[in-house]
């Protein structure tokens, strides 16, 4: 067949070459004769060749009409062929609107669905970073945690100024520091992301003002007036794009600040793994105004991160050793004093190019992302599937009228245009309906969602040209290729074996049933493969944090030390707040604290260490939470005690001070659980004054810090006898937490309608990170595989009812012969259920096997045989095998058969 | 002589349809016909014939072949068939009909409308 491709390809070309060389002697001869002509009448034989030439006209170019001619010609001929194919595949598949349905539905629902779920995982995990010239741009980083760098929290404003004094690598070096601060914008206060940045920052990166205009230098100076940017995002989900949002004050931190612009584009800070974007920027001088901790950037807090635009010549590596040098310089003339883990010991920067700073970490989280689109691809295969049987069923349909025509003296190249018109139109109707399709999921994929501590995560994805480019042409193609498949088979230059057996083949091939299996197999196996994401997503949601999250809501509030709270007055309010929240039906227990285990980021840390080993300057200590709280948080969240006791009304200010840890604490400090009455020290913010206390119990482990990590231990002090100006209200319900947050809020306003509820959420919603990320992922993964799923189904049904539907025939003669209607019944039931069946173990082993190899390759904790997907899946396919089997087969077998015996 | 004029457009193929109606010619002498045909009062550069006669060929109007010329160079001759008689037929009817209506129509005097 390559061969007959090869030879047609020579023709073709091998006629042009003819054709232009007869038509050179052509018109070579015209001119010969021409010469000759004027010769014979006298003329100069010089001039004569020139005038013959000037009054033929451009030879070359009469020579390209000539050849315009001949394609112009070709190219209307097909245009008028194609039209009139076009409307005689239109005339056809209209006949066959159940075929015509299904094709066209598989192919948009498949488009559609693939590339705006791919929309969605891509809006959640892979942001892009849309500066300009990305590949000059580098970050400062320095070493964390399991041999990582990172670009976060690298210097203070100190060194910052001294590192951009003294380096020559940049053209110039910007600063930003990411924080979370309550925002006020009018309509309602959260938190929300913002970044301090430098006045260069914006136009380091080369981003432009939607509206407005971007912090620029001028706004970066001691006594300039605060000034904020906004994000797109924002912009369009909280004002609208109203552009009248220039001039207007928001609050943050209850600073006020001018809305001066709006970032353009899809610019939502640095941080391209946090599926929440930047919303505010500020200039840095109008941070270090802000009041509240930790969104004050102290001289000496290094939170800072640092980038900048290379000089002309100079690359990262270069820079790297600069900086690295510079550190040495300022590591001598002021050097670092380690008091905790946090703090290192020495300046250890150096700088890598940002597009490697940036880069997600390798743990599940970014995982997910790549997790997710397997399901998406199962989707797209299983729909490619479908359309291949389709169409091929359509081709084994059309045989027998195919080869008929060829014996008739019809042209190949006829029939297939008729065949490929068929497929076009199929691709267009299925495209403009994915088109359609797509826009409404987008749309409605676009939400506000609540996310860990009260902030909200905007979903806007937007359509990415790759995805529906290959998704497009993995469809498309399908169409085509099958559809063409069987027009080029059976209308081989042989048409008698076509006649013979049309009817009972497929493509050509006696065997129907291979396709059904190969359907079967795999939408099988990638249902299997798409239970893997399932799986680890359900796992993420069930895991035991250690607390009682599912029960609990929280508000933060804040007795502002500026505003007139002191430690007294609040002391009294809170304990009136906590009555009068206990009173309110639906709340069991209350506490409040200064912090939660993990979901907070604003908990105060600590340097723990025994008396036996005091803190000393470059001796490391351990590291803890340490949360002071009411007595009654321990049952409020639910941490058990294991041993000792926990604090209550008898531990107060003046009485001896204590101290519950957690197990984890106590083995890090003591190396056993045994501790009670036990001595520690701690330093809260790793800094001075250096607290001591008894230990009096140990409780059980949570997660610390973030879900899932249980690195640090946790050590629990008496509110009584430590005091914060911000503080968690927790309530354990016994409804809906949802619906305790409105009751927490009026508990504290009828105490004192002064103190703000900074955020409010429940227990998920504020402690436990990602969570709506993988609520969001498992609705997709949940729907994606059921999707799967009923695509498979209808393929299958399709594809069965047809071959039945083809065994009328051979069955009306059965009946002849003597089978009774039961017999053939349960016949066409055995011999369907036979590929299925088979194509159900080759799937469900080929699902494992790609398991094996998935679980190789990412590294992630996948079970070889997932026990609820191998029971589950068979169902719904021997459910379509049974319907598509035995419908049809039930009404051949009512067939009478003199009819069936006379279309022989 | 009036000044040259110029072809209508699609005159030319019926030209080249009545010159090769009196027999065979190559290009150049289909050009010299046409000549002969119009007494020189046509003007189009010489070139021109040939995307008309391939044009005619397409259409199966005219038939063509490999020969020999007068002074032995390797031309390629073309004749009418059939089918390009007719049209010749067709045409020069149809031509001869609209010259007749649109000469009256023009030449009218101002009393006679």
Redesign the interface.
Known sequence: MAARWRQWLRDRLSTSRRFNRDLDVELRAHLDHRTEDLVRQGLPRDDVRERALREFGGVERYKELVRDERTGAGLQALAQGSVADLRLAGRRLRHTPVFTIFAVLSLAIGLAVTTSAYALVASLFWKPLPVRDPDRLAMIVRPASAGRMTWRSVMSPAEFADVAGAQRSFATLQATFPFQAPMDDGIRTEITEAEAVTGGYFETLGLEPALGRLIGAADDRAGAAAVAVLSSRFWRARFGEDPEVLGQLIRISEQPFTIVGVVSGAFEGLDVVDPIGTTVWIPVSAAERLPSRPARLERQSRRLSAFGRLATERNSTAASAEVETIAGQLDAADPLKPADESAPAARRWSVRPMSDALRPPEDVGSRLGWLTVIPIVAVLLVACTNLANLMLARGADRANELAVRRALGGSRARLVREMLAEGVLIAVAGAAGAWLLTHAMLVAMSMELPVSAGRLLTLRPMLDGTTLVVAATLLAGSVLIFGLLPALRSTRSDPRPGLATAGLTIAGRRNPWGPIRWQVATAVAFFLVAAITARVVIDQARHDSGIDLDRLALGVVHFDRQLGWDDSSARRTIDAILSEARRQPGIERVAAATGMPFGQTMTPFASVTTPDKPFREGVRSSFAYAIASTPSLFDTIGVSLDRGRLFDHRDVAGTQAVAVVSEAAARELFGSLDVIGREIMLQVWARPPVLAATVIGVVRDTDVQFVRSRRSGVVYLPLSQYYHPMLDLVARTSGEPEEAIPILRRAVRQVDSTVPVLTAGTGPQVLAGNYVLLRVVTALVIVLGGLTLVLAMVGLYGILSQVTTWRMREFGVRMALGATAGRLRRMALAQGFRPVIVGLVIGLGGGTLLRAALRAYLNAPIDLIDPLALVFVPIPFMVAASLACYLPARRASRVDPNVALRDL | MSPATSLLPGTLDMLILKALSLGER???GV?LRLQQMTGGAMTF????V??AL??LK?KRLVVTRWGT?E?N????YYSLSADGRKQLRDETHSWNRLVGIMADALNRQPGEV
């Open positions: 190559h290009g150049y050009l550069e010489q070139g021109a040939y995307p391939y044009r397409r010329s002074n160079r390797r031309a390629r």
